[in-house]
Nanobody, 125 residues
Framework: QVQLVESGGGLVQAGGSLRLSCAAS????????IGWFRQAPGKEREFVAA????????DYSDSVKVRFTISRDNAKKTVYLQMNSLKPEDTAVYYC??????????????????WGQGTQVTVSS
């Protein structure tokens, strides 16, 4: 079982940057794909980005492609989400999640077995 803890959220002005971290404990992390999802008030949770177990593959939603970069360090059991050129519509609670199927990358919430508690990202205009 894997436990996930997100950090790095906060308040930033539009056009700014933040780097989120997802730190894992427990077994299996290095064989799992990791995804980032977000949920804005009144909206459903949506896929943001994901990375395969070996980091060979990444996937991004159209809304964040080019602006966000996902990476991982399996030795540190940590996945990062570098967010640049932030927009007010990026405001949401961001969650990381682990998919036991390490590859291929999947986008659906139901495929992810373990979830963190989330970190708030607020982008002011």
């Amino acid at each position: 079982q894997v436990q996930l803890v997100e950090s790095g959220g906060g308040l930033v002005q539009a056009g700014g940057s933040l780097r989120l971290s997802c730190a894992a404990s427990g077994r299996g992390f290095s064989s799992y794909a990791i995804g980032w999802f977000r949920q804005a008030p009144g909206k459903e949770r949506e896929f943001v980005a994901a990375i395969s177990w070996s980091a060979s593959d990444t996937d991004y939603s159209d809304s964040v492609k080019v602006r966000f970069t996902i990476s991982r360090d399996n030795a540190k059991k940590t996945v990062y989400l570098q967010m640049n050129s932030l927009k007010p519509e990026d405001t949401a609670v961001y969650y990381c999640a682990a998919d036991k199927i390490g590859w291929p990358i999947r986008r659906q919430n139901d495929n992810y077995s373990y979830w963190g508690q989330g970190t708030q990202v607020t982008v002011s205009s």
